[in-house]
């Protein structure tokens, strides 16, 4: 008979090209042999939310950022290969995948997608590169599940000709403190049509642009945070997307980013599950006992292990359909949202299975359940997406 892996329950490897296989080998090597000794320093990151900025910059250096565009110094992989390199990231921490995935999908995606040629060559490279730091400013302390309704506005500037200034307030953006690009959507004051626009921090005169950090985190303190506050900040019309409107500018931005959650929540969970089996196959008791011998132990590890092996194949699946072009954003809400759920049911689950010791940082689980709320509430809370799915299913909205 075929032997069981339980490290790749359902054999998702023999879904992916030698070439996914060589890039998965490419990301794990760096963030196992890389990252990994630096897991005191990640739990100093963690317990001091500090970001290391040079994890862009290495990324960059492999080829990971922005890996499925083509050309611009980028790798042009497929949609399954950049799934595996956000994987591999969030295996080490959600932290470190959310920065990535910020700089990749959103900021680097988002103007692949609508950017002109101009905006493209100019901004693109050194991003590749990590040399240029990117943030998505969305969300605002007013309005986060509904961001049709930002207050944000753009008005033709009153005294430069061919130039915009943004007021308003974007917050919980990802990266905005260090971010040299910000991606910041705002309302057209003349018909309060949303539009994209890509603010360069240092073009911006003194006391236009501020993004304080947002401090005290309890989950993805390994990843920096903060506000962004806009004070008739001047912006050319030059770095303004020139044909998206509406929301489906940021929303299509959204669809690349949140089928990478998908993918990297799963990298989180199989982290879990290797860590709680090795220590319950060391900690034993009752008559010397390993505790993995007792049944209960043993089902929230089968319980975790299917949600993991079950989210790949579905991620994997959305990944070819979306290089299909046949990829709905609803699907996209799916895998996003159960991934997420499952992710942090189970590693909360599993979180018992260390006793006292889940309470300490230096066992990892608790890390990694504080940082899953967190990607169960971004990029659409999984309720909003159950009403988007919900929408499709019935043809009625439910949002308000
Ligand atoms: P709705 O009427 O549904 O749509 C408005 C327009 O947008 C289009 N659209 C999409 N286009 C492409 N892809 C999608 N997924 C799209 N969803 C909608 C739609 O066709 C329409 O276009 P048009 O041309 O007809 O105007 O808009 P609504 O206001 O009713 O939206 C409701 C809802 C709940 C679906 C939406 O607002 C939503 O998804 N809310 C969640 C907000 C969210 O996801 N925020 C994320 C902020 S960024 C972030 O969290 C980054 S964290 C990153 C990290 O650190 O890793
Ligand atoms: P709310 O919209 O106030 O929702 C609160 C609760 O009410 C949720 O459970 C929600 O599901 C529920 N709810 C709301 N409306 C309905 C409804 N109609 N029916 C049923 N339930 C409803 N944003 C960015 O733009 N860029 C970033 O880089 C970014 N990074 C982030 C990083 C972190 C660490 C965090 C925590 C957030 C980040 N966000 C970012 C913001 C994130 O996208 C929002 O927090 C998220 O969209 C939810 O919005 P909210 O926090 O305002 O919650």
Redesign the pocket.
Known sequence: PVAFDWKDPLGSNNLFTDDELAIAETAESYCQERMQPRVLAIQDAYRHEDFDKKILEEMGELGLLGATIQGYGCAGVSSVASGLITRAVERVDSGY???Y??QSA?VMGGIEEFGTQEQKEKFLPDLAKGKLVGC?G??EPNH?????SMETVAEPHPSKKGYYTLSGAKT?I?NSPIADVLMVWAKLGQNGKIRGFLIERDQCPPGTLETPPIKNKNG?RA?ITGMIQLDDCPVPEANMFPDVE???G???C??S??YG?AWGTMGALEDAIARTREYALERKQFKSNPIAKYQLVQKKLADASTDAAYGILAATQIGRLKDEGKAA?EM??MIKRQNCDRALVNTRVLQEVFGGNAVSDEYHIGRHVANLFVTQT????SD?HA??LGRAITGL?A?C
């Open positions: 995948r959310s920065g995935s910020v959103l998505f969305l969300t986060g599940s509904d961001p049709g919980w990802t993805l990843s509406g929301l489906r940021p929303f299509s959204l669809n980013a949140r959650i954003p996209i809400s971004y990029e659409g809370q909003i009403l988007i909205q949002f």
